[in-house]
């Protein structure tokens, strides 16, 4: 990958710790971990629409179609409340309702919504694991796949070949099959990982790093480790323009987007 341009975010401070969704031509972002903001990929433009508040900071997965329009904030709980334990929260984005809300067994991290199997998949630190909730039932966990690795994070998938790519904290890549539910380690990372994210077009797989401060790139179709990209300390959050083929890191330091081209 080259570097291609670096952009300041202006009034970003504090979304560095909280997860963001890539949505059409804009980021989404739980601005201080509380209010889900709305902005121009472009970076030129204010936030465009709050869609709820946050009882404290989570990751989200955003399920929408023509009949039901469904937001999904995986919530990470508060240890010193004792009735506020992890869970997700369903929300309407129709109106900004609540419309569902079930507790999970241990600190969320990353989450998606899956078509082809119509439910949205959580990564839970500890147990390790990925708990799986059907669109259609908010009311329950329908599936739990145990993870072999410690701290399950960042969670990708490729729609393609039914994976769902899980970085765990111990610095490992692993893959989840949605349809035998079987798991396999595919490869080890530089790092405690956070954001994980694929080029559909190209079949790359990227993993930010934050600490050393760097991006593991892999091959989806090959399944193996590419290239390692200096990013910068704490450089734990990214994001893929599949129209561009752009890959933009958020720099914690300058408060930057760093913009990475990858021509392959």
Same mark, same amino acid.
């Given at each position: 990958?080259?570097?291609?341009?670096?952009?300041?975010?202006?009034?970003?401070?504090?979304?560095?710790?909280?997860?963001?969704?890539?949505?059409?031509?804009?980021?989404?972002?739980?601005?201080?971990?509380?209010?889900?903001?709305?902005?121009?990929?472009?970076?030129?433009?204010?936030?465009?629409?709050?869609?709820?508040?946050?009882?404290?900071?989570?990751?989200?997965?955003?399920?929408?179609?023509?009949?039901?329009?469904?937001?999904?904030?995986?919530?990470?709980?508060?240890?010193?409340?004792?009735?506020?334990?992890?869970?997700?929260?369903?929300?309407?984005?129709?109106?900004?309702?609540?419309?569902?809300?079930?507790?999970?067994?241990?600190?969320?991290?990353?989450?998606?919504? /899956?078509?082809?199997?119509?439910?949205? @998949? $959580?990564? %839970?630190?500890? +147990?390790?694991? #990925?708990?799986?909730?059907? &669109?259609?039932?908010?009311?329950?966990?329908?599936?739990?796949?145990?993870?072999?690795?410690?701290?399950?994070?960042?969670?990708?998938?490729?729609?393609?070949?039914?994976?769902?790519?899980?970085?765990?904290?111990?610095?490992?890549?692993?893959?989840?099959?949605?349809?035998?539910?079987?798991?396999?380690?595919?490869?080890?990372?530089?790092?405690?990982?956070?954001?994980?994210?694929? /080029?559909?077009?190209?079949?790359?797989? @990227? $993993?930010? %790093?934050?600490? +050393?401060?760097? #991006?593991?790139?892999?091959? &989806?179709?090959?399944?193996?480790?590419?290239?390692?990209?200096?990013?910068?300390?704490?450089?734990?959050?990214?994001?893929?323009?599949?129209?561009?083929?752009?890959?933009?890191?958020?720099?914690?330091?300058?408060?930057?987007?760093?913009?990475?081209?990858?021509?392959?």
């Amino acid at each position: 990958m080259q570097r291609n341009s670096c952009t300041p975010l202006q009034g970003l401070r504090g979304w560095l710790e909280s997860g963001f969704q890539r949505i059409e031509d804009s980021y989404s972002l739980p601005i201080e971990g509380r209010i889900l903001q709305v902005y121009s990929i472009l970076m030129e433009k204010r936030p465009q629409r709050n869609f709820a508040s946050l009882q404290g900071p989570g990751q989200m997965a955003l399920h929408l179609m023509k009949k039901r329009n469904i937001l999904m904030v995986a919530g990470v709980g508060n240890t010193q409340k004792s009735n506020a334990q992890p869970s997700l929260t369903f929300i309407d984005t129709s109106d900004g309702s609540v419309i569902g809300k079930i507790e999970v067994p241990g600190r969320t991290r990353w989450a998606l919504y /899956n078509g082809e199997t119509d439910s949205f @998949y $959580v990564n %839970v630190a500890n +147990p390790p694991s #990925i708990v799986s909730v059907k &669109a259609d039932d908010l009311s329950k966990v329908s599936r739990t796949f145990d993870i072999p690795a410690k701290g399950p994070h960042g969670l990708e998938q490729n729609k393609k070949s039914g994976t769902l790519y899980c970085a765990c904290d111990e610095g490992t890549l692993i893959g989840l099959n949605l349809k035998t539910g079987a798991t396999e380690v595919l490869g080890h990372l530089s790092g405690p990982p956070d954001v994980i994210w694929l /080029n559909r077009n190209l079949n790359r797989l @990227y $993993v930010a %790093v934050g600490d +050393p401060g760097v #991006i593991d790139v892999f091959d &989806a179709n090959t399944r193996r480790f590419v290239e390692k990209v200096q990013t910068s300390h704490e450089a734990h959050t990214l994001t893929v323009d599949h129209r561009r083929g752009n890959v933009h890191v958020f720099l914690p330091d300058t408060c930057m987007d760093l913009i990475l081209a990858d021509r392959t």
